[in-house]
């Protein structure tokens, strides 16, 4: 064997997750008199055990530990190149829950539905109860209205609860570094290229889970009214709104940084801890005058942040939606014609706890050059445009069928990116329409059909040109979705996360342009990807579009999927680790 070959060890993961649930219901359908009919209630009981476990390879969980050359050991570095330090976790719940509904006919035109809720948990601390009221009333032959009013939860997940450690590196803009030098490295000034201070860096995300967080709560109601004018022809208007509040989640790297520079502007030079999840490198004391200059103590680098779940913002989104449907019948067959169209009357997310501390400094100007992403009003911005329309149409005649379909949607404001004269990036408003013919036949017997579709009928585009630099765009609840790097209107490297801050992918891009306008793309460079349990899936390089061997790619548990090796040998893997398929290149000899 080679040299690499004996560097090479199997890790493991073993997972396990337990429910057990019984219940028990009451019913009667006849439980008294209204004047619309007997009235029907059912109450009910259920308990519920839950429980996981999750168990690492001792190589991952820190059970055999390596240190690095800077000193760093479980449970910051596993002893697994290229595989993220992870302990095993596990945890349980005890929920008992306790429910009623009820069905009122309260007159002949009108019906309603009362629910109620209550569920209890052992390990959080805290119960819930939620409710439910819904009507209709039929106040014409042609009329019907419709409303409804409930509350909704969602208890916190058994690792939002008792995950102990989770680190893992991702490529982060120290919002100290940003606001010293407008996101420019900090330079020795007498050799420009040796960084003193590295503003965009990869750091170290630790994340634990916590025992205090409560359930998420959210409020919505809607009413509407459903016509029915003439024959065949519904039109439908519905007005809505959802109040979400308490949403679990990561604070995030970037949301800490813009904590920890706000800490140290506000204690000014003495200030030299700032926010405590913010663990930095000793400072350089040649940035020392720099600091000073603006009036903070002198800092090293970004190594790690420690992020706890928790409860989060409240977030409101609301809107009304029309719908109107048309169907007709004729000798020349059935035609059928379906608009609908939404508007968002508000959507906005109110920031809490320490959000909040960096929201009012950032609007009252103790930020400057640091933007904080994912608050306040949320219509027409980063794809949450404030208007969507749909129409579809049909002809149908005996075997034969047309169909169109158009899509609208509105403009809004890409906020992670700016033109170059520092204005709005405005994506443009978009239609695109769509024409189908289709054809049924039977073959033997069995129904058969023969499509021709045309999509996008004008070419409609809705892209960003001319992009240079560094980009980052964000869920809607501020943690960071993909950032990386524009050349010349494209990406030439990037980085996706999850919605709970894990790194999912990233790679970099190599991009060749032609004189005619068109250009091609493809993978060159360092590469990784990840399941979303945070295992990694594979790693390796990419070389004009092609990953370089040998390489592995690995199941969500850590067991091999596929090993490729440099001399061209595949084998696959089950997960019980048996060899399903092996492949073995073969050389032929010249004939003398």
Partial sequence: PSNVERSWVDVYRKNESDLLMFDFKLMNNDLFDLPGGRAGMLFGFEYREESFADMRDPRLNGTIAWTNPYGDTYPYVSAVANSSPTPNSGGSREVT?????????IMDNMNAQLALRHEDFSDIGEAATVGKFAIGWQLHEKILFRGSYQTAFRAPNLVTVFESVVARNNTRTDSLGRYLNDGEDITDPNDADTILFDVTRSLQRVARGSADLQPEESTNYSVGFVFDPIENLTIIIDKWEIEKEKSIGLFGETNHTTLDLLMRLQGGITECIGNP????SPANPSTA???AASGLCNAGEVIRVNDIYTNLDTRIIGGTDLAILYDFYTNFGDFGIKYQHSRTDEFSQTAGGNAAKIVAASDAGTLPGIAVQGFSDLIGVDGNFEDKSVMTAFWDYKDYRVSYSSTEIGEFEETAIRRSDGTKWIIPSMQTQNVTFSYSFDISDNPARLRFAVRNLEDEMNYAMDKNGLYEIYYKDGQIKEEGI???GKKSSYSFFSSDGALEETGNIKNIFFPNGHHIGYLDGPYERYHNNGQLMTSG???EGSFLVPYKVYYDDGSVYLDKNSEG???????????????VPTKCKKKE
């Fill in 569 to 583: 040998e595949y084998k696959k893997f089950d997960r019980t680790e048996r060899l399903t398929l092996e492949i």
């Fill in 277 to 280: 999840a913010v663990e930095r």
């Fill in 289 to 291: 005058s720099i600091f």
């Fill in 541 to 543: 390089q990419f070389k």
């Fill in 486 to 488: 524009y050349e010349n």
């Fill in 97 to 105: 829950s306790l429910f009623a509904e009820m069905q009122l006919p």
